[in-house]
């Protein structure tokens, strides 16, 4: 770095509260809302722009120059520009030689350019170190300070100093630097906002796919079927029953769905005798959208508390309890309480509040802010999700298990569809099991420890 005059001074140590002064060349949206975080921050700010004259938009307190007097007043620049007018750049690359330029930028279009707009930038100015950072951060989010949601800035860059120095910025703005490596990565973290949910696809698309399967498959028995042979006219499941059938498969069969990769992957490690083989990328890519079938089966969950909670209020429950009220009194005769189906209806129902309970709280410890603050066998304590599947397959069980034997279940020779939601959640629960045995723990526990059957590299 050339450390000419303007430099050491910016880099001298901090002996008071006011930081050392910052350049941001633009006077656009993004570069006054930053502006202003700085000053708030402690930081002193000058503005490099086209226009020297001042504006009741600019910050207050901060100093507007031409391009190259700016410059000349800090280390640090942050080019707070669009990426097509970098060009103006070059004729300033002498007063630039050896500074920190942050770039902040972001495209309109996916990999829009060939390289990444903070390498573009370091092509522009070889003599200049530069930091890609804060393109994920919205000047609006900066203005509103609404940041809570996003604190994390990716930063990355070639020369470690110059990263250092960016990240002590981002931190003394009360967020939190993320080190990508090098600027190899700027496209990378260029992409991420342009990105339209990319680890909520898959288990969007499988929800959806799944919810409608099992909607038409309650539909086809429940209603179809009924009408076609005991005419009668059930349509109206549409708006509770079904949906109050398919919550609760669809939050059972996704929550097995967070557990299953984990056990195939054992199962890989297992049979492999290492772990330093790459998993298939269809395994990959399920592992890493875990959280968001989880969060999805929580909702399935709670939709189905709800539905649950209103039952009593429809008029078809109302209708079916009066009959059969009617029909004791007509025959004179009051149906003795049948325990065992006391026992069962009470038993599923705790399995239930239990189950849903776990899962709440797994959700509460999928928060960033939750988990960020336990360390790793708390969270591996607090990590309840096996239990709270073990709960909810006891309690579609317990509910459901009657109609595996009764002939009545099999409409149109199709099993019921509380049959098809164990399928999955039993087999994930069947296996951990057999995993857990220490004949099986003891050697996936020593390759997971980087043991190997067959070492690649042996002394
Ligand atoms: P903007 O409001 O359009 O401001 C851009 C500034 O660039 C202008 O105010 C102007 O400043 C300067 N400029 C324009 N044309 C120029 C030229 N031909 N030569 C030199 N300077 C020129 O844009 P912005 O929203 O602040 O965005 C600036 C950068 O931040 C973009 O790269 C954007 O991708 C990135 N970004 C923005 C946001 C956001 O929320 N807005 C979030 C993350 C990243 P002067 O008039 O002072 O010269």
Redesign the pocket.
């Known amino acids: 770095m050339n450390k000419n005059s303007s430099n050491t001074m910016a880099l001298a140590p901090n002996t008071s509260n006011k930081r050392e002064t910052v350049c941001i ?7 006054r ?1 930053l502006g202003q975080k700085m000053i708030q921050s402690g930081y002193s700010v000058v ?1 490099g ?3 020297t004259q001042m504006s009741n938009l600019i910050p207050k307190d901060a100093e507007v120059l031409g391009h190259a007097e700016a410059a000349q007043k800090a280390a640090i620049i942050i080019i ?4 097509q ?1 970098y060009n ?1 750049l070059t004729p300033l690359a002498e007063v630039l030689r050896g500074k920190v330029l942050v770039d ?3 495209n309109l279009k996916l990999n829009q350019y060939p390289e990444s ?1 903070a390498e573009y930038l370091a092509q522009l100015l070889p003599g200049s170190k530069v930091v890609k950072a ?7 989010a900066l203005q509103s300070g609404t940041l809570d949601a996003s604190r994390q800035v990716f930063v990355c860059g070639d020369d470690v100093e110059a990263k250092q120095m960016v990240m002590n910025i981002v931190r003394a703005l009360g967020l939190t630097p993320l080190d990508k490596g090098s600027l190899l990565a700027a496209q990378e973290i260029e992409n991420y ?1 342009l990105q339209l949910f990319p680890m909520w696809k898959f288990p969007i698309f499988l929800s959806l796919g799944l919810t409608a399967f099992f909607f038409l498959y309650c539909l086809a028995l429940d209603v179809i079927y009924t009408y076609i042979y005991e005419n009668n006219n059930f349509s109206f499941f549409i708006a509770i029953t079904i949906p109050n059938r398919v919550c609760p498969v669809m939050a059972l069969i996704l929550l097995a769905l967070v557990y299953l990769p984990g056990i195939f992957a054992a199962i890989i490690q297992l049979y492999r005798g290492t772990k330093y083989r790459r998993f298939p990328d269809w395994l990959d890519k399920w592992m890493l959208c875990r959280k968001q079938l989880g969060l999805i089966a929580l909702a399935f969950a709670s939709l189905h508390a709800v539905f649950t909670l209103v039952t009593p209020l429809r008029a078809f429950v109302s209708w079916r309890t009066s009959k059969g009220i009617i029909s004791q009194a007509l025959n004179n005769k009051t149906e003795p309480l049948n325990n065992t189906n006391a026992w069962l209806s009470d038993s599923y129902l705790a399995l239930g509040i239990l189950g849903y309970f776990l899962f709440v709280l797994l959700g509460i410890t999928s928060l960033p802010s939750v988990s960020n603050n336990v360390n790793w066998r708390e969270f591996r304590f607090v990590n309840l999700g096996y239990l709270a599947l073990i709960f909810c397959t006891a309690h579609t069980l317990v509910y459901g298990g009657k109609w595996f034997l009764s002939p009545s279940a099999y409409k149109w020779y199709l099993p019921n569809i509380y049959i098809l939601s164990l399928i999955i959640p039993c087999a994930v629960l069947v296996v951990k099991f057999v995993l857990i045995f220490p004949c099986v723990d003891k050697p996936l526990t020593k390759i997971r420890q980087g043991w190997e059957r067959k070492p690649k590299y042996s002394e």
Request: glycine share 10%; no cysteine.
């Open positions: 060349f633009g006077t656009g949206d993004f570069g809302a503005y722009s086209r226009s707070a520009i669009q990426r007018h103006f902040i930028s972001n707009n804060f393109n994920t951060v919205s000047a609006w906002p």
